[in-house]
């Protein structure tokens, strides 16, 4: 049996959670097709593993570079982080369908970075994506956020029988073009403004695809236990299989709440649902500024919440709401990440009161001036959970590891602003600090994690094991070495001791350099 590629002498970690083995793998054109105790070495490239995991490439299945990928086809971050495909389009924020508002929305954001949509469809989409090259392999989620916007734009209502028909008719291209499930983002407009049976007869066009519904629920606070029995009531009533996004238990009067969430989640998977979840390994969220604000002040767009942040007695009615919820730390634990205008960048990786004081200005006239200054786009660190209740949910059998980030680089325009040290270091920092160092999970465990379990859960072809007959996406590393190098406030650093990254059995990284190869595909759902 001919081979292009051998890799020797590696200890075989495989995705589903069994013991690891010492194999050697035999690749020819994309796929693995002999894993044997021994291959003979013959006229092909070698991979030398000795004293390495070889596992399936990392499976990102809650990621962001729903745009940004286009612009840095080596995807850097990710793949240096051992990911060999990112699930995108989650939070209810997809790069289709674009239409009215929305498509404004975007299009602004994205200047800057000098993509232009040439697409409004899902189909249009994935004609134009299949043409781009990319390191890594993709699949997309619909936003619910996208197929509301482009219907009822950010309007405060339920939507009307046609209009309702109108957003599936636009779910169910999505979904025929090629989407594996739908998002949602209960927490941002337009989402905060859907009502559950309005996601009910959404997911059941879903299940109707075999697809899967991806979930930032409506609360992850005060309000948490209710909001993952929204979800979970969700999933009963449509049929659709769910995924509660990056699951936590925001501000230290909800840390005691962490019981409950996994006594109410294993009911339901005891009932039969098929409920799963997803985490990053960090105690701080990313999110944007205006989140904080009451969803009342979102209402109508961009342009209608400006001209309430500038109204003297809508502030005042703001502050009055926000009192409830402010206690003394509340602005302490509020960072600057990114802002998009030049004047402001002395801001990022400073905390709003620090940011106040130096203004001279109270908090929360500094949060409104800023929102008008950057037309809303200011992205935040909120450290807002604990490592104990981290610790937990990481090791909860139905929790999978996501970034919740796009991808970035340590050069060009990806390297600027200070993004979520997770951009970086996610899969990294579970195999080294949380496997190696706390011992929290085996290695077995935490790669289950991050490549069988998401496979299945996405529903990705022949991906996420080591497996003869599946595709030849495989990460190696040092386990003793790996560990995250990016922080909140020097992120653009790239992990260490990921040695190989192969995909679709192209060497892609190796000895821990970017080769250069674009490999990686656009994957459909069949």
Not at 298 to 313: F, H, M, P, V
Request: aromatic share 8%; charged share 25%.
């Amino acid at each position: 049996m001919g081979f292009d590629l051998i890799i020797k002498n590696g200890t075989v970690i495989d995705g589903t959670g069994m013991p690891s083995k010492n194999a050697d793998i035999g690749i020819k054109d994309d796929k693995i097709t002999l894993i044997d105790c021994l291959i003979p070495e013959n006229n092909c490239s070698v991979i030398y593993a000795n004293k390495m995991i070889v596992a399936p490439g990392f499976i990102d299945i809650h990621s962001h570079s729903d745009f940004l990928w286009l612009i840095r086809k080596e995807s850097d971050s990710k793949i240096l982080d051992g990911v060999t495909t990112e699930i995108c389009g989650n939070c209810g924020l997809s790069a289709f369908p674009l239409r009215g508002k929305v498509l404004e929305r975007r299009a602004q954001g994205l200047e800057k970075y000098g993509i232009v949509l040439t697409w409004k469809t899902a189909s249009e989409f994935y004609d134009m994506a299949e043409k781009a090259k990319s390191s890594i392999n993709r699949a997309f989620l619909v936003g619910h956020g996208n197929i509301r916007a482009c219907t009822i734009e950010y309007e405060n209502r339920k939507p009307e029988p046609h209009e309702l028909d109108q957003m599936r008719k636009d779910l169910n291209e999505s979904l025929k073009a090629g989407a594996f499930g739908m998002s949602s983002g209960l927490i941002y407009p337009p989402g905060c403004y859907a009502a559950k049976e309005e996601i009910i007869e959404l997911c059941k066009v879903v299940k109707d695809f075999s697809g899967f519904y991806a979930t930032h629920i409506r609360n992850e606070g005060d309000t948490l236990e209710d909001a993952i029995k929204e979800a979970i009531e969700i999933s009963k009533r449509s049929g659709v299989r769910l995924q509660v996004s990056h699951l936590k238990t925001s501000g230290s009067s909800n840390w005691r709440k962490i019981n409950n969430v996994k006594t109410i989640i294993n009911r339901a998977v005891n009932e039969g649902i098929d409920v799963t979840s997803d985490r990053y390994p960090y105690i701080a969220a990313a999110t944007d500024l205006d989140v904080i604000l009451p969803n009342w002040v979102y209402e109508g767009g961009i342009e209608e919440q400006i001209q309430r942040l500038k109204d003297t007695n809508t502030r005042k009615q703001i502050a009055k709401e926000l009192s409830q919820t402010e206690n003394d730390n509340f602005w302490d634990g509020i960072m600057i990440s990114s802002v998009y205008y030049d004047k402001n960048k002395w801001m990022e990786g400073k905390t709003i009161t620090e940011i106040s004081n130096k203004l001279n200005k109270p908090q929360l006239e500094t949060v409104f001036d800023l929102l008008i200054e950057e037309n809303t786009r200011v992205d935040i660190f909120l450290f807002s959970m604990c490592e104990e209740n981290l610790e937990k949910i990481l090791s909860w059998d139905f929790v999978f590891i996501g970034s919740d980030s796009s991808m970035r680089a340590n050069q060009g325009i990806l390297s600027e602003g200070k993004p979520h040290p997770r951009s970086y270091g996610t899969f990294s920092r579970v195999l080294g600090r949380f496997c190696r160092e706390r011992k929290l999970l085996s290695l077995e465990k935490a790669i289950q994690k991050m490549t069988g379990l998401p496979a299945q859960k996405v529903g990705l072809d022949k991906r996420g094991l080591l497996k003869e007959g599946y595709f030849a996406d495989i990460t190696i590393f040092n386990p003793d070495k790996i560990i995250d190098k990016s922080t909140f406030t020097e992120p653009h650093q790239y992990s260490e001791g990921i040695e190989y990254v192969i995909v679709n059995g192209k060497i892609t990284i190796k000895n821990g350099e970017h080769l250069g190869a674009t490999n990686g595909r656009i994957l459909r759902k069949s």
